[in-house]
């Protein structure tokens, strides 16, 4: 079952900061994170493995909560380079395959 | 650390003909996954490879496709007798299982296919 993204969309200022959040009706073993550009392949940013586990990555962090089944990103001080599709993805039980959200677009201006 | 690489980039075919796409996983990697893009949505997976056992199949992949990995290294993706609706960008990715550390998948830059 595909988690779910939200919000679908967000644009930002330059320096401004962002919060995308994914959420699964299932039980959760790792979450993980990627930033596609218009016509690239997805970019992995981070994976998290445990409940209430955080990450981060320069000004990109990520949280888990196996409670709560969810993940949230964290965008800090938001750079023109940020601006994508944000996808998380969830791993089954077995391993062995990652089913992924529907994106969330992000979209920093000047 | 070359990544994964996949060939051709871009092929464009008419409808009913058969196309393979090729990839090349990162060499230590022993899982490869075939997904599918389609604009606008999220990676869809296909099939997953461990060394050169298919070991998962997706619902979406009709009788049209195959895919091997003759000797658990490279692999191809085969779509016989094309439809438009199978026009999307087909993306190859490969891992390699560390229990301390997961299993981070990283992907190609796919294959964009146009049927006309």
């Known amino acids: 079952q595909q988690p779910v993204q939200s919000p679908q969309a967000v644009i930002l200022r330059e320096g401004e900061d962002a919060v995308i959040n994914c959420s699964s009706s299932?039980?959760?073993?790792?979450v993980h994170w990627y930033r596609q550009k218009h016509g690239e392949a997805p970019v992995f940013l981070m994976i998290l493995l445990k409940g209430g586990e955080q990450k981060g990555h320069d000004k990109i962090s990520a949280s888990f909560n196996e409670k709560k089944q969810q993940s949230s990103l964290y965008l800090t001080a938001s750079q023109l380079s940020y601006s994508g599709t944000y996808f998380c993805?969830?791993?089954?039980?077995?391993?062995?395959?990652?089913?992924f959200g529907g994106g969330t677009r992000l979209m920093v201006k000047p | 650390d070359t990544g994964v690489s996949q060939d051709p980039r871009h092929k464009i075919t008419k409808r009913g003909q058969n196309v393979t796409f090729r990839c090349d996983p990162i060499?230590?990697?022993?899982?490869l996954y075939w997904y599918r893009q389609t604009l606008g949505q999220g990676p869809e997976f296909l099939t997953y490879?461990?060394?050169?056992?298919?070991?998962?199949k997706s619902r979406l992949l009709s009788d049209r496709f195959s895919a091997e990995r003759p000797k658990g290294s490279f692999s191809t993706l085969e779509i016989q007798r094309t439809e438009q609706g199978d026009s999307a960008m087909y993306l190859c990715?490969?891992?390699?299982?560390?229990?301390?550390?997961?299993?981070?998948?990283?992907f190609g830059e796919g294959s964009w296919l146009t049927v006309v």
């Open positions: 060499s230590e990697h022993n899982r």
């Open positions: 990715a490969s891992s390699y299982k560390i229990r301390t550390t997961g299993n981070t998948i990283y």
């Open positions: 993805g969830t791993l089954n039980n077995a391993g062995n395959m990652l089913t």
């Open positions: 490879f461990q060394n050169e056992a298919q070991l998962e």
């Open positions: 299932k039980a959760l073993y790792s």
